[in-house]
C-alpha cells in the first residue's frame, strides 16, 4: 500500500529565506505527483505536477523535483513572503486514479 | 466563476439525518472524486467516477453513497449521519487525457454532525 510522508510536519522561517519542503513515498510505481497549497479552512490549489517521466516542474518562486528511484520529491520555495503561509501537501496519483496524499507541511513565514 | 463549486459550504445536522452534499464542475472533465479531510489524518478518498455509469469505492466508503446524475454532477449522500462523520469534505476533478490526470478541488464543504 502505498504510503506518502512529509517532513517536517512544520517549519517557520523568516522573510526572504529559501527553503524546501520534502514529500516521500513507498511505491515508485507512480503516474504523477502533484503539490498544493491549502490556507486554513480552505480548498487546495494546485500548485505544480510532475509526470513520473519529468524531473522537475518550476512555476515562478516554486521548483519541483522528482525522484522516483528514490520515492522522494522535493518543493522548493525560493525568497519567501508572509503571503507563503499555509500548509503544503503532496500527492501521488497510482495508475492515473485518485490522490494519495500525505499529511503536509506547514509553513509559516515571519516578516 | 468558480471552475468546481460544492454545495452547502457549510452545514450542522444531526445524528441519524440523511445529508447531501452536491459538486458541480463545469472544467468538462470526465472523472471526479470526493475526498474528505481530518485533522492529523490528511485527506482520503471516499469515492470516485470515470464517468456516468461508473462508480467506484475508495479508501473509506462505509456509511456513505454518491451518485453521478450527469459529467458534470457528482453527489455524496450521508444515509444517517454519525457524529464521526465531522470533516471537511472536498470534491475533486480530472481529465487522463487532456491534463494528465492533474486534479483540481471544489472550495470544500464543511460538516458537523452533532
Known amino acids: 500500500k502505498q504510503e506518502v510522508t512529509q517532513i517536517p510536519a512544520a517549519l517557520s522561517v523568516p522573510e526572504g529565506e529559501n527553503l524546501v519542503l520534502n514529500c516521500s513515498f513507498t511505491?515508485?510505481?507512480?503516474?504523477?505527483l502533484q503539490w498544493f497549497r491549502q490556507d486554513p479552512g480552505k480548498g487546495l490549489t494546485s500548485l505544480l505536477l510532475?509526470?513520473?517521466?519529468?524531473r522537475e516542474q518550476t512555476s515562478g518562486r516554486l521548483n519541483a523535483s522528482l525522484d522516483k528511484s528514490s520515492g522522494r520529491s522535493t518543493l522548493y520555495i525560493a525568497a519567501s513572503q508572509p503571503g507563503d503561509s499555509a500548509t503544503y501537501l503532496c500527492a501521488v496519483n497510482q495508475a492515473g486514479t485518485a490522490l494519495i496524499f500525505g499529511k503536509g507541511t506547514t509553513l509559516s513565514v515571519s516578516s | 466563476d468558480a471552475d468546481v463549486t460544492q454545495t452547502p459550504r457549510n452545514r450542522i445536522t444531526k445524528t441519524g439525518k440523511r445529508i447531501m452534499l452536491e459538486c458541480s464542475q463545469t472544467k468538462g472533465h470526465d472523472r471526479m472524486y470526493w475526498y474528505r479531510q481530518d485533522p492529523g489524518l490528511g485527506l482520503r478518498l471516499i469515492y470516485y467516477?470515470?464517468?456516468?455509469?461508473?462508480?467506484n469505492k475508495g479508501e473509506i466508503s462505509d456509511g456513505y453513497s454518491v451518485s453521478r446524475q450527469a459529467q458534470a454532477k457528482f453527489s455524496l449522500s450521508l444515509e444517517s449521519a454519525i457524529p464521526n462523520q465531522t470533516a471537511l469534505y472536498f470534491c475533486?476533478?480530472?481529465?487522463?487525457?487532456?491534463?494528465?490526470?492533474?486534479?483540481?478541488f471544489g472550495p470544500g464543504t464543511r460538516l458537523t454532525v452533532l
Open positions: 511505491d515508485s510505481a507512480i503516474y504523477n
Open positions: 467516477s470515470f464517468d456516468v455509469k461508473d462508480i
Open positions: 510532475i509526470q513520473s517521466s519529468q
Open positions: 475533486a476533478t480530472s481529465d487522463l487525457v487532456s491534463a494528465y490526470n492533474e486534479q483540481f
